[in-house]
């Protein structure tokens, strides 16, 4: 059976093919044995430092990105074989045997098929009673809904994003439940956190940090509403075209007030070191494209607390809606901390 690694998602923002550049830059700038990934993403950032560092520190404040990271990075046992024949077992059911259920009768026709709408619905239930009947442990769990996660990825009925479906005729009946592959963190110290950025940053002492916080008006726990529900599973009221639940985890780095928010985070760092990854869309004509912090605000934070070189590279960032960039460029900051 395939496995999914890490990488292996969409997601709006995506550091993944920058990676190598980053980490040459951080590398040749930088001393440390510790590194703190704040707005922590998909994860692949973190994975990278896995070659690097020996405590690696992870936060991102959605639900879904938190069970990832404890899939992916977390270090308990965890029981391989039975994982794969739950896998296996979930994999033969059949459409006719399935009930109805919460995520088949509002996202089906939608932004999946009817029958694997309702196939997600099962898949969902499944795993929460296998962990309330203590048939598989807390990594247990966070792999099954992780390989949920990257599964119905592949078949989503979308751009990329979970913000609206396509609408036309949607393909059913392709869903096939994989499981991911979670790393190797022997000998590593990890920690996960689900915390609002600037709050942690006080509790946490690090060499480095690194920042690549949501730069514009996309509130990625809107963008990622489907995903974050299936993970929580409370089943709340859905709401308008795109059915939405009521608005949670919104935040301010997506608001006016961003560079005031930024600049009180980089103020309230423990470390040596601060990278920021930082793109030119400030004067996108989309709206929702448009950063609401600029270059100038960033260099200015970042100023006040040390000595900042800027690096930058041309690169074709992913992007689900047709804003086109022209000569699009990616910069780092990195900053040694007075």
Not at 273 to 293: D, H, P
Not at 323 to 333: C, Q, R, V
Request: some cysteine; overall charge positive.
């Amino acid at each position: 059976m395939k496995k999914f690694n890490i990488n292996n998602r969409r997601y709006i923002g995506n550091k993944s093919k920058l990676l190598e550049w980053i980490f040459e830059k951080i590398r040749e700038n930088t001393i440390g044995n510790s590194f703190f990934d704040i707005f922590s993403g998909t994860g692949s950032v973190s994975k990278e430092a896995l070659n690097y560092y020996d405590e690696i520190i992870i936060n991102d404040f959605l639900f879904s990105n938190n069970v990832i990271y404890k899939a992916f990075f977390g270090n308990e046992n965890y029981d391989k074989k039975k994982l794969e024949k739950i896998a296996i077992g979930i994999n033969s059911q059949k459409y006719e045997d399935l009930e109805e259920n919460y995520f088949g009768k509002n996202f089906g026709d939608k932004y999946f098929g009817k029958k694997d709408a309702r196939r997600i619905g099962f898949i969902r239930e499944k795993i929460e009673t296998k962990k309330n009947e203590n048939k598989i442990n807390e990594k247990e769990y966070n792999i099954l809904l992780s390989s949920l996660i990257y599964s119905i990825d592949k078949i989503a009925n979308t751009v990329g994003h979970y913000e609206a479906y396509i609408k036309k005729s949607v393909k059913d009946d392709a869903l096939f439940f994989n499981l991911i592959k979670p790393l190797d963190t022997k000998g590593k110290t990890i920690k996960i956190f689900r915390e609002e950025a600037n709050k942690l940053s006080k509790e946490i002492t690090s060499d480095i940090v690194f920042l690549d916080p949501p730069y514009n008006s996309r509130q990625y726990s809107r963008f990622y509403h489907v995903i974050e529900n299936l993970v929580e599973w409370e089943k709340p009221e859905l709401f308008g075209v795109a059915l939405k639940p009521k608005e949670k985890n919104m935040s301010d780095y997506c608001r006016s007030n961003a560079p005031k928010v930024f600049d009180d985070l980089v103020k309230k760092l423990n470390c040596k070191y601060i990278a920021v990854t930082y793109n030119n869309t400030y004067n996108s004509k989309s709206s929702s494209s448009k950063n609401k912090i600029s270059f100038e605000e960033i260099s200015k934070s970042l100023n006040e607390v040390g000595k900042t070189k800027i690096f930058e590279k041309e690169y074709k960032f992913f992007n689900a809606g047709k804003t086109d960039f022209k000569a699009h460029k990616e910069f780092l900051f990195i900053t040694e901390v007075k």
